[in-house]
């Protein structure tokens, strides 16, 4: 089954704590994509990557990293959290031009 | 610049009863078109997506769509809402081909179902 995993589900965390939220892809897609939900606001994209080691920004990148060093992996790094970063999280991959997106389940952070 | 607009932040429609959801716009090109659903506590779900030909599309869970360019819309239906439908609904956009390949998403319309 063609699936995007991400983990943890839920992360609560304080100020300045490093934390990774992972995610991996079954479906060897090249493109791979962070984005950020948010009340009022729908989903924004943080990062983006086309291939392996070929990552770029999006839309709301400040805070966050990532990095892609194979295909099926594609980790948000937040270096040092901050209230402002609590949000869900959604990894997402996309396999060709009429294929589409395939989202993973989400993962809910606060920070405080 | 490009943008989607959904204009109801908040439907209650009774079970039975049909349902329309708006999402407008603003793309310079052709647009791919999607709906996603999002239940309570869930990931995304694509209900349905428009790339080209037929401007009415099915979906998933008895849902449909119509493209229409004249008035850069793509309203979502649905004949008849269950309980179930009760979720939140996000239009979005896709400029394939640019290097960002990004969804661009409206701000969302949450469905309530009274019995």
């Known amino acids: 089954e063609a699936q995007v995993t991400q983990n943890p589900r839920y992360l609560i965390t304080v100020t300045g704590k490093k934390l990774t939220v992972t995610c991996s892809q079954n479906?060897?897609?090249?493109?791979m994509s962070w984005y950020r939900q948010d009340p009022g606001l729908g989903l924004r994209q943080i990062y983006y990557?086309?291939?392996?080691?070929?990552?770029d920004k999006g839309d709301v990148p400040e805070g966050y990293k990532v990095s892609r060093k194979e295909k099926r992996n594609f980790p948000l790094i937040l270096e040092s959290p901050s209230p402002n970063q609590t949000s869900l999280y959604f990894c997402a991959t996309k396999g060709g031009d009429h294929y589409g997106y395939t989202f993973g389940s989400g993962t809910r952070l606060t920070v405080v | 610049a490009q943008s989607v607009t959904q204009p109801d932040i908040h439907i209650t429609v009774s079970e039975g009863a049909s349902l329309e959801l708006r999402c407008n716009y603003s793309y310079g090109a052709t647009p791919y078109l999607f709906w996603y659903v999002q239940s309570p506590g869930q990931g995304l779900q694509l209900l349905l997506k428009y790339f080209s030909g037929d401007t009415l599309v099915q979906g998933i869970k008895g849902f449909e769509a119509e493209f229409k360019r004249s008035q850069s819309s793509f309203n979502l239906r649905k004949p008849s809402v269950h309980w179930s439908d009760a979720a939140e609904y996000f239009c979005a956009v896709g400029p394939y081909g640019g290097a960002t390949n990004k969804l661009i998403f409206g701000t969302g319309t949450l469905l309530a179902v009274q019995p």
């Open positions: 990557s086309m291939n392996v080691e070929v990552t």
């Open positions: 479906m060897n897609h090249e493109y």
